[in-house]
């Protein structure tokens, strides 16, 4: 039972990633439940999740209904996330072990053939980042803007695809960040982090202008 409900959550997720089902669309449990091919019980729980997530949002007496996209709620998320990074940066720098940073090098490669691998190999290694920082309020803050960051990544970047030349520059960035975390240079990784977050705030917010499905 358990895997059937990971793998509804995993489809409906995708799909509001992928804008199959857009912004903005209410979504009936029983439609679906057909779609998906089981009982309405692991629909519901995954809606619930992904409200949490800030993926869905329910509305009284109508059901649930994809979470809509706008201009100032993209910008908000951005500006959340350099503040809570940087924030869980300085804890990783200040409290963690040696041991403790050592498995960051797993994060130094990624698939970089598509918006859509990059971004969930940034959601899981930003998530890692904060998982280390030893503030476990902060980590789950940051895990639930990651979900809500990744389709932003999804509808605005495919828009601008190509003025990204790749991303090989993102993931420099996340090695440079390693390094810095590594060597215990708190002053260098903020600043990798701000630059990093920064670049990535221009690019979505110039994509997110060109999308009609954006309030």
Not at 126 to 143: S, T
Request: charged share 35%; glycine share 4%; aromatic share 4%.
């Amino acid at each position: 039972m358990d895997l059937i409900r990971h793998r509804v959550l995993d489809r409906i997720r995708s799909d509001i990633f992928t804008c199959e089902i857009p912004p903005g669309a209410e979504i009936r449990e029983t439609e679906l439940a057909e779609k998906y091919e089981v009982s309405k019980s692991p629909v519901r729980e995954a809606l619930q999740r992904l409200e949490f997530e800030g993926l869905v949002e329910t509305l009284p007496r109508k059901g649930h209904r994809v979470t809509p996209i706008s201009i100032s709620d993209a910008s908000d998320i951005l500006e959340m996330r350099e503040t809570l990074e940087a924030a869980a940066v300085r804890r990783m720098v200040n409290e963690c072990e040696d041991a403790q940073l050592k498995p960051l090098d797993r994060w130094r490669d990624a698939d970089t053939s598509s918006i859509e691998a990059f971004a969930e190999y940034n959601r899981d290694f930003h998530i890692a980042l904060a998982d280390l920082c030893g503030n476990g309020r902060l980590a789950e803050d940051v895990r639930r803007l990651m979900y809500s960051y990744d389709r932003l990544c999804v509808v605005s970047l495919s828009q601008i695809r190509d003025d990204l030349g790749g991303f090989e520059q993102p993931l420099a960035d996340h090695v440079a960040l390693i390094d810095a975390i590594q060597a215990r240079d708190a002053r260098a990784a903020v600043r990798i982090v701000d630059r990093h977050l920064g670049a990535s705030r221009r690019k979505i917010m110039k994509g997110l202008s060109r999308r009609p499905i954006v309030e």
